[in-house]
């Protein structure tokens, strides 16, 4: 069974700098992918970015990129120039390719500072 | 185009009683999954209908349960509601077995 761990349960950026949300897993699966959503205080959870496991090159989706440790089993959002409508719950998620189901992180409440 | 859309959008029940959740995927979607997030803890894996069948289902009592019609919409019935049972309920729906799952907003049931 796929297990993900997100250590921070709470962090705080200020407006226009960086900060780094930490998430490691676990799978036995060598095919699968990562996500990182984005659940504001509106409730709907949104995708962030997505990364295939079996690309070297780490996702990047304007302010947002990753740094995926495959050997760590390591997936880090670097949010780049933090804006306050980032401010919001960031899950990160694994997905098995063969099972499809998500299995979601604790999350990471971020607070964004003007 | 219409997101995911799940009803009702609130929903206050008694324990003892049943509770029914509905969720109309975005057309064309045939993955329909349900997560469970209750207060302080995060999304937890309840069940996957995939073309009318349930394909996985997490670790939860026979007391959660759903169906999803022909036309891909689903349902999920939660039997003998507990106060533990109070929480967000979420639904995605996704194309196929490895698309990106799109989110409703959620139906928030409580019971007291």
């Known amino acids: 069974a796929q297990t ?29 992918y990562l996500f990182w959503y984005k659940q504001p205080p509106s409730r709907q959870m949104i995708l ?13 989706e304007n302010r947002f990129s990753v740094n995926f440790q495959k050997a760590a089993k390591s997936f880090s959002l ?27 992180g604790e999350g990471t409440q971020l607070t964004v500072n003007p | 185009e219409a997101g995911v859309t ?5 929903l206050i029940k008694t324990r003892g009683q ?9 057309s064309g979607h045939t993955s329909v999954y349900w997560y469970q997030q209750a207060l302080g ?11 009318g069948e349930e394909r996985n289902r997490g ?18 019935n939660v039997n003998a509601l507990e106060l533990e049972d109070s929480a967000l309920y979420l ?15 959620g139906s928030r049931l409580t019971v007291l």
């Not at chain 1, 962030?48 to 990047?60: D, G, H, L, S």
């Not at chain 2, 803890?41 to 073309?51: A, I, K, R, S, V």
């Open chain 1, 4 to 32: 993900v761990t997100q250590s921070q349960p709470e962090m705080s950026v200020q407006e226009a700098e960086t900060v780094t949300l930490s998430c490691t897993y676990d799978t036995s699966e060598s095919d699968y």
């Open chain 1, 48 to 60: 962030v970015i997505r990364q295939e496991a079996y690309k070297q090159q780490n996702a990047t």
């Open chain 1, 78 to 104: 670097k949010i780049s120039d933090s804006q306050l409508g980032d401010a919001a719950m960031y899950f990160c998620a694994c997905q098995e390719t063969s099972g499809s189901r998500l299995t979601f």
């Open chain 2, 6 to 10: 799940q009803s009702p959008t609130h």
């Open chain 2, 18 to 26: 049943q509770a029914t959740l509905r969720c109309s995927p975005i």
């Open chain 2, 41 to 51: 803890l995060g999304l937890q894996f309840l069940l996957w209908y995939d073309e």
């Open chain 2, 59 to 76: 670790n939860f009592p026979p007391r959660f349960s759903g169906r999803q019609f022909p036309n891909y919409s689903s349902e999920l």
């Open chain 2, 91 to 105: 639904c995605a729906s996704s194309f196929g077995w490895s698309g990106e799952l799109f989110f409703g907003e």
